[in-house]
C-alpha cells in the first residue's frame, strides 16, 4: 500500500527533477545505465523520457560505461579479492557489453590474480578445510588448477 503512495508521488516528477536526482545520484560513485534506468523506474519517471535523462547524464560526464567498468574491475580485484571470472559476471549483470567487457579485463595483470588467490590461501589456510577453502575462492572465480597449485604453495610453506 504504501510503495503505491511513493510511486503516484512521484508520478508527476518533471524531467528536470529526474534529471537533478540522478546527477546526484552519479556523482556519489560510478553508475552503470542500467543501474540509472533501473532507478528512473523507481522514481517512476515515464519511460518515453528515460532515453533523454540518461543521454544528458552521459553528454554532462556524470555517466560513462567504460569508466564504470573500470572502477568495478579495479575495485573488486583490489578490494574483494575476485578473479577476472566473477568480475565478468558482475559486469554482464551492469548489462555491460562484451567488447568493453573483454577490453577491461585484458587490462588486468595475471600476476595480480596469482597475488590475490596466494592471499586468500594464506588468509583461510588455518580455519577452513581444503574443500571449503576450494569453493570459496572458485565462489570468487578463481579457477581450480590456480586455487590447487596456490594451495600447495602455502602447504609446502607451512611444514
Keep these: 500500500m504504501r510503495r503505491l503512495w511513493v510511486f503516484s508521488l512521484f508520478n508527476n516528477m518533471t524531467t528536470s527533477e529526474a534529471l537533478q536526482k540522478l546527477q546526484r545520484f552519479c556523482a556519489y560513485q560510478e553508475r552503470s545505465p542500467f543501474s ?3 532507478k528512473l523506474q523507481q522514481l517512476g519517471l515515464p519511460r518515453d523520457r528515460h532515453e533523454e535523462v540518461v543521454a544528458q547524464l552521459m553528454a554532462d560526464n556524470f555517466l560513462d560505461e567504460y569508466r564504470f567498468a573500470e572502477a568495478y574491475t579495479r575495485g ?8 577476472p571470472r566473477r568480475i565478468r559476471m558482475g559486469l554482464q549483470e551492469h548489462r555491460i557489453p562484451k567488447v568493453t567487457i573483454d577490453r577491461i579485463l585484458g587490462q588486468i595483470d595475471q600476476d595480480m590474480v596469482d597475488a590475490n588467490a596466494l592471499y586468500l590461501v594464506e588468509r583461510w589456510y588455518a580455519s577452513k578445510s581444503k574443500e571449503k577453502l576450494t569453493a570459496a575462492l ?20 607451512r611444514n
Excluded: H, M, P
Design 36 to 38: 540509472v534506468e533501473q
Design 138 to 157: 572458485q565462489r570468487r572465480g578463481y579457477a581450480f588448477e590456480l586455487i590447487a597449485s596456490t594451495y600447495q604453495v602455502v602447504e609446502g610453506q
Design 76 to 83: 573488486k580485484l583490489n578490494q574483494k579479492q575476485w578473479a
